[in-house]
């Protein structure tokens, strides 16, 4: 690493220079001389230096002139003053001047060595903090970027986001699927102090009971059949940071009882363990659920309720932001023409009227694909009627009944429509797997031409 380091050591007196550069330079740093503030100046200008050790007493330009004249020139450079115990005034001086740190002569060569050591340690961390703040700005606006609105039905959620997001206080959020629940959480966990931490989500509805409490609690080694070997679960993955419990109303029971024991402890076990383990989180739920709905059919249970919905965020759906449409549908234009690399700049009146008409079960997620596929098979500058013809086609209507078959059914119609039945876009989309979407479109009897659909 110090070969990486140049240091610059500027003093008068020759035997004084070569000394220093002598003991620094074995130590592995790179090292330049200069005998005067002019000199030292000229060398700098040629090869910036990290760090400079400067002696305070100089004839013409003194040790103070020359500080002030590096700081101005290379203010991220490191200067330690050098100078005899009668000037310990002026070192103090060039302290507030922007020096580093300061040695009185006679100093031995470890005393001067755990100064540079010390500084540079300092000046790296500094550095890394920077980057990680740098990153983390980068990341937000990542996230918020399709937090796009200028309705005032959202003034509220973000007045939450800001208010909650200092806290480790439990939120819920609410809202209809696609509406932005885990962009929102994301949002909070970015603008805690558990930024840095990891963010740690699981969709419940998306498991089998067995499977998630391997999940959520992990497992040990031959704790059931295919346990070959012990695996942390969610909650350890959390500490520090953020679990994101989305779809919280899918939980079991039984589940949720050993969730509210984790909640109130901050123990717990691996499935098949006995050490008890803990875990630092910030808890953060989300559901399309009617929660209270759920308790009066005793399938949710009110203590773990209360437990987690101390403050509760409900996003609105897209058809009560009326204001926020043609703002999110050009937003995610832009984005997408610029990440396709495509020159689409615009939507037609006719398209902006389409867009209105529709009624966006699927909220901003449904818009966000639907924008995606209008700008993969643009061929102009401008998303046209041409682009949108699948919004006024049956391919997105609602089920004609309210089975679990026909609901499923007329969404998978839906998401195949949006994107063009790109069987890979689609199985990405509804979180399936090419094969389990194939064998759904063929169980369905699903056509790309509606037309040809027995069903």
């Known amino acids: 690493m110090n070969r990486e380091i140049r240091i610059l050591v500027v003093d008068d007196e020759i035997a004084m220079r070569e000394s220093l550069a002598g003991w620094l330079t074995k130590e592995g740093y790179q090292v330049l001389t200069a005998g005067s503030g002019p000199e030292a100046l000229a060398r700098l200008a040629e090869q910036p230096c990290r760090l400079l050790l400067l002696d305070i007493k100089m004839p013409g330009m ?10 101005a020139a290379h203010p991220e450079s490191l200067v330690i003053m050098i100078t005899a ?25 470890e005393q001067m060595l755990f100064v540079i050591e010390r500084l540079l340690k300092q000046q790296a961390l500094a550095e890394e903090n920077l980057l990680l703040k740098e990153r983390l700005a980068e990341r937000e606006g990542t996230l918020f970027e399709d937090l796009v609105s200028s309705s005032p039905a959202m003034h509220p959620v973000f007045r939450l986001i800001d208010d909650v997001a200092p806290t480790d206080t439990p939120v819920l959020i609410t809202g ?6 885990e962009l929102v959480a994301r949002a909070i966990h970015a603008r805690s102090s558990r930024a840095f931490g990891p963010f740690v989500t699981i969709n419940c509805g998306a498991l089998a009971e067995n499977l998630l409490e391997s999940e959520l609690f992990g497992h040990e080694r031959g704790a059931f059949t295919g346990a070959v ?4 679960g969610r909650l350890e993955m959390a500490d520090g940071g953020t679990f994101f419990l989305d779809e919280v109303g899918e939980i079991p029971l039984k589940m949720q009882v050993d969730l509210l024991r984790v909640l109130e402890e901050r123990r717990f076990q691996r499935v098949g363990g006995s050490a008890s383990l803990t875990s630092d989180f910030r808890l953060i739920c989300a559901t399309h659920q009617d929660l209270p709905e759920l308790i009066r059919q005793g399938r949710f249970r009110p203590d773990f309720y209360y437990r987690i919905n101390v403050i509760t965020i409900s996003i609105p759906p897209l058809r009560e932001r009326a204001e926020d449409l043609q703002t999110l549908a050009r937003h995610f234009l832009d984005r997408y023409a610029r990440e396709m690399n495509k020159p689409v700049k615009s939507l037609t009146p006719e398209a902006q009227r389409l867009l209105s008409a529709y009624a966006w079960p699927g909220n901003v997620r449904e818009l966000k694909n639907v924008m995606e596929r209008a700008v993969v ?19 997105t209507e609602e089920p004609k009944g309210l089975t679990l078959k026909e609901v499923e059914r007329a969404h998978l119609r839906r998401v195949l429509a949006i994107s063009d039945w790109n069987i890979s876009q689609t199985a990405k989309v509804l979180h399936i797997d090419r094969s389990t979407l194939m064998r759904k479109i063929k169980q369905f009897d699903l056509k790309k031409n509606p037309a040809a659909e027995q069903g």
Request: aromatic letters at 6%.
């Open 229 to 232: 070997k012990a695996r942390r």
């Open 176 to 181: 209809e699927t696609g509406t932005g629940k």
């Open 377 to 395: 098979v643009c061929r102009s500058v401008s998303v046209g009627a041409s682009e949108l013809v699948f919004l006024r086609t049956g391919d």
């Open 62 to 71: 003194d040790g103070l002139e020359l500080l002030q004249r590096v700081k």
């Open 85 to 109: 115990y009668g000037s310990i005034e002026s070192a103090v001086e060039a302290m507030k001047q922007g020096a580093s740190d300061y040695l009185l002569k006679p100093f031995d060569p």
